[in-house]
């Protein structure tokens, strides 16, 4: 039992995604985006937790 995933709301994606790169944890696959709303990555953090980042999409 325990936390498998958590999830966030950032304003800019890749500065998330790099500040993560720089801490040592890396993308789980690639940025992608959801349903043409979200653009989203997956971050593999501290003790295999995922942490998934979304950055909404203004239109």
Do not use: Q, T
Not at 1 to 16: I, K, P, T
Not at 29 to 57: D, F, K, N, T
């Amino acid at each position: 039992m325990g936390l498998r995933n958590v999830a966030f709301e950032v304003h800019d994606l890749r500065a998330a995604v790099d500040h993560a790169a720089a801490e040592g944890y890396g993308l789980a696959g690639g940025i992608g985006e959801y349903e043409g709303s979200w653009r989203m990555a997956y971050v593999r953090g501290p003790e295999g937790i995922i942490v998934s980042l979304a950055e909404r999409i203004e239109k």
